[in-house]
């Protein structure tokens, strides 16, 4: 099998992407008091002109007082912080580029450096951090409204300024993951829920809200994930009846493609099946899904952030799974952050040129 399956386009509802590949969105913490600088946008700008098919952006933070645990990272509310997304998407444009900035909220997840505090309460569904992990205190109404307000207003914002497409961070444990689970979520109100279907109420209403503001057409994403950074073995759904209720909850509320992250794309999802989680979302809702997951390196990516260095690996696995239709678009981690020019070598078999992933590399923006 060649990687040519990668390289066919795809089309959706004003996307137009040049291949399959998705930059996968990563944090990077480069965007000095959270404005993203001139670096971000060149670095953005060197993956646009490689060929990256489509790139969402690091996750960058909604109009919440403590929806950042880093200084570092980017915003995307203020005048000076959104006329700084202006010139990034600018820039991408220009090198023939397509864009998506990942929106998002960390909900109760602890600041990484102990000198810094974000000039606000966090927000949480239940004043959980984990199950039986008590911080902080559960959102109010007016909070989890205002939250609301904060992502659809970031969408607004998104669209006006250029982006070609949104996507909300609903996974890995952080704000949106937190109301999904129910281990963090037990709230009694309209947010919280014995069933999945239930506690997905709080994105469901981000995504009509932010419906709302985009209007139809404007592809809106959202990223989920099974695991969560607290405990990366919890299942959210633990069979496919109930992965289709959750996931139904949300296409109905208006997301279009499912960005399903996993540590190991080649996975499965279930017993009985080799389908990996995006190939069961697929299967079951028949929107478009992002695989993600360790693609193109041979170590996970949890364990290459504690300091594991990872190779080059084949692609075979992944080019069968989308040629079979379990997905459509493919997310790229790592091996993009190492090197920009990754899709090209890919693309032209310079295969030997590839680089292997050292952790030295999330200390620069190249």
Excluded at 106 to 135: H, I, Q
Aim: with cysteine; charged share 25%; net charge negative.
């Amino acid at each position: 099998m060649s990687a040519d399956i990668l390289f066919k386009p795809f089309d959706f509802k004003g996307l137009h992407l040049k291949n399959r590949i998705v930059m996968a969105p990563m944090t990077r913490s480069f965007s000095p008091g959270g404005v993203a600088n001139d670096e971000v946008a060149q670095y953005y700008k060197r993956r646009a002109a490689a060929e990256v098919g489509l790139i969402v952006s690091e996750g960058t933070g909604v109009d919440r007082p403590a929806s950042l645990n880093d200084k570092d990272v980017p915003r995307f509310h203020g005048e000076k912080e959104l006329a700084a997304w202006k010139t990034v998407i600018d820039e991408v444009h220009a090198a023939g580029g397509v864009m998506a900035p990942q929106l998002w909220h960390v909900g109760n997840v602890r600041t990484r450096d102990p000198e810094w505090t974000p000039p606000g309460p966090y927000d949480s569904p239940s004043g959980l951090s984990r199950p039986d992990k008590a911080f902080g205190a559960p959102m109010t109404d007016e909070e989890v409204a205002d939250a609301i307000r904060a992502f659809a207003e970031a969408a607004s914002n998104a669209k006006k300024l250029g982006f070609d497409a949104i996507e909300l961070h609903g996974a890995h444990g952080y704000l949106i993951d937190q109301f999904f689970w129910e281990g963090t979520n037990l709230r009694e109100d309209a947010y919280g829920a014995k069933d999945l279907p239930g506690r997905a109420r709080f994105a469901a209403d981000i995504l009509k809200a932010v419906r709302q503001e985009v209007g139809p057409d404007y592809p809106v994403i959202i990223r989920i994930s099974q695991w969560k950074q607290q405990d990366y073995e919890v299942k959210l759904a633990n069979d496919p009846k109930a992965l289709e209720a959750w996931l139904g909850t949300l296409v109905d509320a208006g997301a279009d493609i499912l960005h399903c992250s996993q540590r190991r794309f080649w996975e499965p999802e279930f017993e009985g099946s080799d389908l990996n989680f995006a190939g069961w979302a697929k299967k079951l809702t028949g929107v478009p899904t992002i695989t993600v997951g360790s693609v193109g390196l041979s170590g996970e990516f949890i364990a290459a952030f504690a300091g594991e260095g990872s190779k080059p690996a084949s692609l075979e696995e992944l080019e069968r799974r989308l040629d079979r239709g379990d997905f459509d678009l493919v997310g790229v981690g790592r091996a993009l952050l190492q090197d920009p020019e990754w899709v090209l070598k890919i693309r032209d078999g310079r295969t030997e040129e590839l680089k292997s992933f050292e952790r030295a590399a999330l200390g620069t923006l190249y």
